[in-house]
């Protein structure tokens, strides 16, 4: 059984940093892309982040450019999203996801999800 489970969210103030964590289970997690999605209330789930499964290479939705970065340790089945300067408007539930297809923006392209972990940035 697939599982990804997402940990690390939490209220922090505009400015501060958080790290997002994400552990995989019942998939060999070496072969697939893994993303970071965030969804805020009455709006699109949207891309935030991407990486390919070797971990060489990465894509990140403009407006978190800069201020985030996502990683993956392939020994642990891990993929963390590191946080900068929140701001109020990153203010989403997050969520990692699984792809066959190397590591793209689009969630269609994603099979597997995680049920999310709540980020509050108040201003």
């Known amino acids: 059984q697939v599982q990804l489970v997402e940990s690390g969210g939490g209220l922090v103030q505009t400015g501060d940093s958080l790290r997002l964590s994400c552990e995989a289970s019942?998939?060999?997690?070496?072969?697939?892309?893994l993303g970071w999605f965030r969804q805020a209330p009455g709006k699109e789930r949207e891309f935030v982040a991407s990486?390919?499964?070797?971990?060489?290479?990465?894509q990140y939705a403009d407006i978190v450019k800069a201020r985030f970065t996502i990683s993956r340790d392939n020994g642990k089945n891990t993929v963390q999203l590191e946080m900068n300067r929140l701001r109020p408007e990153d203010t989403a539930v997050y969520y990692c996801?699984?792809?066959?297809?190397?590591?793209?923006?689009?969630?269609?392209?994603?099979?597997?999800w995680g049920r999310g972990t709540q980020v509050t940035v108040s201003s």
């Open positions: 990486i390919s499964a070797s971990g060489l290479t990465t």
């Open positions: 996801a699984a792809t066959y297809k190397y590591y793209p923006k689009n969630r269609y392209d994603y099979a597997y």
């Open positions: 019942g998939l060999t997690f070496t072969t697939l892309g």
